[in-house]
């Protein structure tokens, strides 16, 4: 639960923001006529409705199991997440290539610069204060890991999504802001447009990963090697196992993981023996290890799970 409050903090940070910035670009792009500020104010507009957006699939996947679904709604964030992506590509990359193309093919000289420059100003030191506290929660959650490892690893796309999309808007305000003054310097306002175009690059640069990383979540990412192992010496310690043989493990929610667990008993046990002792794996992993929120054992010999596992190794090599 920690963790869904650092997530939802960081996103209430990019909600209180960005909705303010979008006006204020819309605004200044109306007064001025600049393109790269119109793109700056389509792109605030869409992370305004992509932290609703995730804000939604947040509280959807919270729901409890039903009868429709019985494992829970936890991949609702990673649905969500992938159609942030996805808005990310088509409205804000995409209107702003359009925006950009238009004021290279008909350029319109800006006027009252300052304004823009003014509202650039403004807009990133609100996009920097945002941007500060997706950074902390990130760094809390990504540990002694490499940036990318850790996005890569993480399964709660929330706060990453908003770290990117807010240095995707710090990078915006700068090519907004090197678009404008070149043009209104050297006098020649196809540099806006350029601008825009640059700004389109940047987002469409940061869809594509956000999409990238949210397909592999919704597909079905294992748990961490810790926490696999941590399962399997749980299991492991408990008389009646005589090995833990494997674990499968599948992420449906930053802190939901489904685990099927590949276990040899000792053989003089009975089926009584055998259910009491998967109650007591259960009872323990609920304890100390909530996060797995649905747990099967399949009684197999060491041997079989070998075979099975090196099959399922060929066939990923082969593929």
Not at 60 to 80: C, I, N, Q, V
Not at 108 to 130: C, I, W
Not at 157 to 164: D, H, Q, R
Not at 310 to 319: H, P, Q, W
């Amino acid at each position: 639960m920690a963790g869904h409050s650092g997530s939802r903090r960081v996103i209430y940070a990019a909600l209180a923001g960005n909705l303010a910035i979008a006006l204020t670009k819309f605004a200044a792009a109306a007064i001025t006529g600049s393109s790269a500020m119109l793109s700056e104010g389509v792109h605030s507009l869409v992370d305004t409705g992509n932290g609703t957006l995730l804000l939604y699939g947040m509280h959807r996947a919270a729901r409890p199991p039903d009868r429709t679904h019985p494992l829970g709604h936890g991949r609702e964030l990673y649905f969500w997440s992938l159609i942030v992506a996805l808005l990310v590509f088509a409205l804000g990359a995409g209107a702003s290539f359009y925006e950009g193309v238009i004021h290279i093919i008909a350029p319109e000289p800006v006027v009252n610069a300052k304004v823009n420059y003014t509202v650039l100003g403004l807009s990133f030191l609100f996009e920097g204060s945002s941007w500060l506290v997706a950074l902390k929660e990130f760094r809390q959650q990504k540990g002694r890991q490499g940036w990318i490892q850790a996005v890569r690893r993480s399964k709660d796309p929330s706060v990453y999504t908003v770290l990117f999309e807010d240095s995707a808007a710090l990078l915006g305000l700068t090519v907004a802001f090197a678009g404008i003054l070149s043009a209104e310097l050297l006098g020649i306002p196809e540099l806006d447009g350029a601008g825009s175009i640059g700004i389109a690059i940047i987002l469409g640069a940061t869809a594509v990963f956000l999409a990238r990383e949210s397909k592999g979540l919704l597909l079905g990412e294992p748990a961490s090697p810790e926490v696999q192992r941590q399962v399997l010496e749980i299991a492991q310690a408990d008389p009646a196992v005589q090995r833990a043989n494997g674990i499968v493990s599948v992420h449906i929610g930053p802190e939901e993981i489904v685990a099927g667990l590949s276990i040899e008993f000792e053989d003089h046990l009975t089926a009584p023996e055998i259910e009491a002792c998967v109650e007591r794996l259960e009872t323990r992993l609920q304890q100390e290890m909530p996060q797995i929120s649905r747990l099967f054992v399949k009684p197999q010999a060491t041997g079989t799970w070998e075979r099975r596992r090196k099959a399922m190794a060929e066939a990923a090599d082969e593929s």
